[in-house]
């Protein structure tokens, strides 16, 4: 057992993976305790396609080439604006990985690669969708968060790296089609996953957290 501060506390996004598949007893294990995540009267919503080896191949080379070649499709619109104080925070995560990338402010196309990346899920070897049934909304999004940092954790503590991507969301048709995803589920985002390249510019890059007292106000 580990020290469930420790295992938050470490766990991050991580951009560049190793050509090293996690076993799938791993794998199966981490969303296997993952069910254990708490759900408005217990509906479970979360739905979760994980692909591998070749399958994972074609969808993230259609996924890459749809990138390349038009804008993003969410079912789940994207924030139209981020006012502050969240802009400052989102311009801080770009500037910490693209600073731990080595990529200038003013270089577009090393941008533009940089963040094509998103589209082969950063090389990680296994690739989860998730979404949920076209029916739900909020609440059932609100589950899938729980379960999604459930997962991210449980990987951790396994030595297995994440990476939540809404970018695998952005073709939800390419998902259907290479991992199987019904037109009653409602795709929502991705999760890379696999180890960790200790070596690569981009897993240097670390993000900040406000102090407690700009989230969290205690009364009485
Ligand atoms: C729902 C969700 C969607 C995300 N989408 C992306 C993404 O498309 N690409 C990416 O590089 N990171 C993505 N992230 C990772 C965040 O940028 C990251 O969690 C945040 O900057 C905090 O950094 P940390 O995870 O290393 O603590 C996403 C995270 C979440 C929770």
Known sequence: MTDLTTVLESRRSVRAFLPRDVPRETLRGIFERAQRAPSWCNIQPWRVYVASGEIRERFVAAMLAAAKGRGPEPEFPYAAEYPEPYDAHRRACGKALYEAMGVAR?????????????????????????????????????????????????????????????????????????????????????????????????????????????NVTFSG
């Open 106 to 214: 003013d270089d577009g196309e090393a941008r533009r690669r940089a963040w094509l990346r998103n589209f082969v899920a950063f090389d990680a070897p296994h690739v989860a969708i998730i979404g949920i049934d076209r029916r739900f909304d909020l609440w059932a999004a609100i589950d899938v968060g729980c379960w999604l940092q459930s997962v991210m954790l449980l990987a951790q503590a396994e030595g297995v790296a994440t990476c939540s991507q809404a970018s695998l969301g952005a073709y939800p048709g390419i998902a259907r089609e290479h991992l199987g995803i019904p037109e009653t589920i409602k795709v929502m985002f991705g999760l890379a996953l696999g180890y960790e390249d200790p070596d690569a510019a981009a897993n240097k890059c670390r993000t900040t957290r406000e102090p407690v007292d700009a």
